[in-house]
């Protein structure tokens, strides 16, 4: 017998998707090529529907470090520290494909 089981987060209002993606200079999703960069965005729920191609550029930003450059990395993954209504906190986590991963936190705070 299957039984289907509910998860979710205690007290939170989910309300997007956050997300790393990274950039390649690779002809196909495969192969690993030169690292030019990652970025996190967040996407609304209300935009995920079957069938619609969504354009990430308005919801994303290049990781960047304190002083604005940009972070050469390949981000993998992340985990949420703190949401707030205005702004989310957490940890990247980065797979360099020549064995040199990093940790890195962020911020990321909501522009109207």
Partial sequence: MK?????????????GLVYTASVEATGDSYNDGQILG???GVIPLEKLK????LNLTPTSVPL?????????TKA??????SS???EIK?????????GTSEFFYFELEKND
């Avoid at 079957?50 to 191609?53: A, E, H, I, R, W």
């Fill in 38 to 40: 990652s970025f996190i």
């Fill in 64 to 72: 960047l470090d304190q002083g604005g450059r940009v972070v050469i």
């Fill in 90 to 98: 957490g940890a990247i986590a980065s797979d360099n494909d020549d």
């Fill in 3 to 15: 039984r289907a089981y509910l998860a979710a987060i205690s007290g939170r209002k989910i309300t």
């Fill in 50 to 53: 079957d069938g619609v191609v």
């Fill in 84 to 86: 707030e209504e205005d």
């Fill in 76 to 81: 993998e993954s992340l985990a949420i520290i």
